[in-house]
C-alpha cells in the first residue's frame, strides 16, 4: 500500500492504530439496502448495501463520478432538491425509514448535518451563520442561550479563538479553511448526529487540511462522521471505515487498516495502490 | 504590425458608429446645459428649486418646479408601491419554486409587457382603470395620478421581476444547499438566503425601475391631466416634469422665451435624477458581481 510520507501529528497516529481488528462494539446508526438512485434515466448508484456505525468516521474513496457523493447526499435527502432524482431500496436511520411517507424531511436534516466540497457561509455576520440554525428551528429560548450555543459550536469547530473578538464581522471575509471550518461550526450548532462531510478540505491548504482531520478525530466522540474523499491517505488517517465506489457500485468496504492493507477485490487494490483511478 | 487601407477604413466607420452616440449624449447634455444656464440668468435658482407655484405659461409667472417634482414623485411612488412586491414575488417564484418548464414560458411573457408601446398604457388607464377604479372610488377626477401611476407599475413589473430573478439566480446554488442543510423550508431559504445575497441586485433593480417610473412619459401625459398642483392627493389630476415637457413641446411657445426655456431646466433636472439613480444602479450591480464570483 501507499505509505502517507508526512509525519502524522499525535492524535493522528493514534488513528491509524484504532484501525486494529477488534469486535465492533458500537451501534449501527444508518443501515441501507439495496439502494438504486436514478438521475433521469440514467442510473447513479446500483444497489448499494451498507452498515454505518455509531461514533465512527467511515470514509467513501473512489474515483470522480463514482457516485460516493451522490450517495452522501441520498443519507439526508439533499437529492430531493434536484429535479428528477430518483430514489428506490431503504436507508434507515436509527431504525426509522429516512424515505418513509411520512418523515419530515426538515427534521431528518437536522439530525443529519452536512459540510460541503466548497465552504458555503451566508452572507452575514459569523454569529449569524452559526445562529441561523438554532434560529430557523427554534432551538434556543434567549439570547443568553444563543450566544452559549454559538460560542460551543464555534470551540467544537476549533475555530473561536480566531473569531472571537470579530463575530459581528463578514464571514465572508474569513479565509478559505476558517470558513470551512465555520461551516463545520454551523452544522454543528443544531446538534445533529451525523455528520456528513463531502470532500470538506479538498480546497484547502496542507496546514488547513490537518486542521479539519484533527477536527473529524475529535467530533467523532459526540458524532458519528461520513467523509467523502478523493485522498486516499486523508482516507487512510481519519477514519475507522473505508467504502470503495466504483461505477456507481459499492466494491468493498471494511475496516480502513484492511482496506488498505489487505482488501478483498483486486479493483480495490489498485485503486488504493494507484494503479487505477 | 500595419494595418492594410481596407481595415483601417472599416476601424474609422466603427469608431465614428461608436462615436455617434457618444456624441449625442455629449450633445444633449451641452444644449441642456446652455438652455439651462439661460433659464437661470432670469430666474432664480432658489425660487425654482423651492417655489411650490408652477405657472410659466399664464399671466402671472411662477417658476416652482416642486407641484411638477410632487407629481412625478406621486405617480412613481404608486407604481413602485405596486411593481415591488409582484416582481419580487413572481421573481422568487421563478427562481425558487417555478419548475423549468413553467419558468421558460412564463418568463418570456412577462418580458413582452415590457415590449407594449406605452402609448397603449396611457390609454388603458385613461379608458379603461380609470373607469374601473371609478366605480369604487366616486371621488376619482378622470385625470388623476392613482391610474396612471397603478398602469405604470404594470410597465415597470417586468423589469423588476426580470432583474431581479437574474440576481437570484446567481447566488450559488451552495448557499441554497447550506440552508437546506440547516433544516431550512424552501420559503424560509428563499427569503432569508437567497433574497440577503442577491440584495444589491434587488436593489439596483428597483432603482432601475423607479428611473424608468421617473421618466415615464406617455402614460402620464395621457392619463394624469395637465395641472400642476403641489398635492399628494392620488385622486386629483396633477402633472409630472416629464408631462408638462410634453405640454409645451407640443404647443405653440415660441423658441428661445423664458416659457420655452423652462423645458430644459426641467429637464435638466429630470436628467440628473435618473442620471443619479442609473448610476447608483449600476454601481450596486458591479458590487453585486465581485462578491460571488
Redesign the interface.
Known amino acids: 500500500m501507499t505509505t502517507d510520507v508526512r509525519p502524522l501529528p499525535p492524535t493522528l497516529s493514534s488513528v491509524v492504530r484504532a484501525g486494529t481488528p477488534v469486535a465492533e462494539t458500537a451501534p449501527v446508526k444508518i443501515d441501507v439496502r439495496n439502494l438504486n438512485f436514478y438521475y433521469g434515466q440514467k442510473r447513479a448508484l446500483d444497489g448499494i448495501s451498507m452498515a454505518i456505525h455509531a461514533n465512527r468516521v467511515t470514509a467513501f474513496i473512489g474515483p470522480s463520478g463514482c457516485g460516493k457523493s451522490t450517495f452522501l447526499r441520498t443519507l439526508n435527502r439533499m437529492n430531493d432538491i434536484i429535479p428528477g432524482a430518483r430514489v428506490d431500496g431503504s436507508v434507515t436511520i436509527d431504525g426509522h425509514d429516512a424515505y418513509g411517507s411520512g418523515v419530515d424531511v426538515v427534521s431528518l436534516r437536522r439530525q443529519v448535518g452536512m459540510v460541503f466540497q466548497k465552504s458555503n457561509p451566508f452572507p452575514k455576520s459569523i454569529f449569524e451563520n452559526v445562529a441561523y440554525g438554532l434560529r430557523i428551528n427554534n432551538l434556543t429560548r434567549s439570547k443568553a442561550e444563543m450566544a452559549e450555543r454559538v460560542e460551543e459550536s464555534l470551540r467544537a469547530a476549533a475555530i473561536w479563538d480566531e473569531v472571537k473578538d470579530r463575530l459581528h464581522e463578514s464571514a465572508l471575509a474569513l479565509s478559505g479553511g476558517q470558513q470551512q471550518r465555520l461551516c463545520i461550526a454551523r452544522a454543528l450548532a443544531i446538534r445533529p448526529d451525523i455528520l456528513l462531510m463531502d470532500e470538506p478540505a479538498s480546497a484547502l491548504d496542507p496546514i488547513a487540511t490537518q486542521r479539519i482531520e484533527e477536527l473529524v478525530y475529535d467530533l467523532k466522540k459526540a458524532y458519528t462522521i461520513v467523509i467523502v474523499t478523493h485522498n486516499m491517505q486523508q482516507a487512510a488517517r481519519v477514519s475507522d471505515y473505508t467504502a470503495f465506489f466504483w461505477l456507481g457500485r459499492l466494491v468493498e468496504y471494511g475496516r480502513t487498516d484492511r482496506i488498505f492493507t489487505a482488501p478483498a477485490e483486486k479493483l480495490t487494490e489498485d485503486y488504493v495502490t494507484g494503479r487505477c483511478g | 504590425m500595419s494595418l492594410r487601407r481596407g481595415e483601417r477604413a472599416i476601424e474609422a466607420l466603427l469608431f465614428l458608429c461608436a462615436l455617434a452616440s457618444v456624441g449625442t449624449t455629449a450633445g444633449i447634455i451641452v444644449v441642456l446645459a446652455v438652455e439651462t444656464f439661460a433659464f437661470f440668468g432670469e430666474v432664480s435658482i432658489v425660487e425654482f428649486l423651492t417655489g411650490t407655484e408652477w405657472t410659466p405659461l399664464f399671466a402671472t409667472k411662477h417658476f416652482g418646479v416642486l407641484p411638477l417634482l410632487l407629481g412625478t414623485t406621486v405617480v412613481s411612488v404608486i407604481a413602485l408601491v405596486v411593481a415591488v412586491p409582484t416582481g419580487l414575488l413572481s421573481a422568487i417564484y421563478l427562481s425558487e419554486y417555478a419548475?423549468?418548464r413553467v419558468r421558460r414560458v412564463v418568463k418570456p411573457v412577462l418580458e413582452i409587457l415590457a415590449g407594449v408601446p406605452t402609448v397603449v398604457y396611457g390609454y388603458f388607464a385613461l379608458t379603461f382603470v380609470t373607469p374601473l377604479l371609478q366605480q369604487w372610488l366616486p371621488g376619482l377626477s378622470g385625470f388623476n395620478a392613482l391610474s396612471p401611476g397603478i398602469v405604470m407599475g404594470l410597465m415597470i413589473l417586468p423589469l423588476v421581476s426580470s432583474l431581479s430573478e437574474d440576481a437570484m439566480r446567481a447566488v450559488?446554488r451552495?448557499?441554497?444547499?447550506?440552508?437546506?442543510?440547516?433544516?431550512?423550508?424552501r420559503m424560509?431559504t428563499a427569503l432569508?438566503?437567497v433574497v440577503?445575497?442577491a440584495f444589491s441586485g434587488i436593489t439596483a433593480a428597483v432603482i432601475l425601475a423607479a428611473s424608468r417610473a421617473i421618466g415615464e412619459t406617455m402614460i402620464v401625459a395621457i392619463a394624469a391631466g395637465q395641472q400642476p398642483r403641489f398635492t399628494a392627493n392620488p385622486f386629483v389630476p396633477i402633472e409630472t416634469m416629464t408631462a408638462y415637457i410634453v405640454q409645451v413641446s407640443l404647443g405653440d411657445t415660441p423658441q428661445g422665451t423664458l416659457e420655452y426655456r423652462t423645458i430644459f431646466a426641467v429637464g435638466m433636472l429630470l436628467f440628473l435624477m435618473t442620471f443619479a439613480l442609473n448610476l447608483l444602479s449600476s454601481w450596486l450591480r458591479a458590487r453585486f458581481r465581485e462578491?460571488y464570483n
Not at chain 2, 174 to 185: D, I, S, W
Request: proline fraction near 14%.
Open positions: 419548475p423549468e450559488p451552495g448557499l441554497r444547499e447550506g440552508a437546506y442543510a440547516l433544516g431550512a423550508t424560509q432569508q438566503v440577503p445575497a462578491e
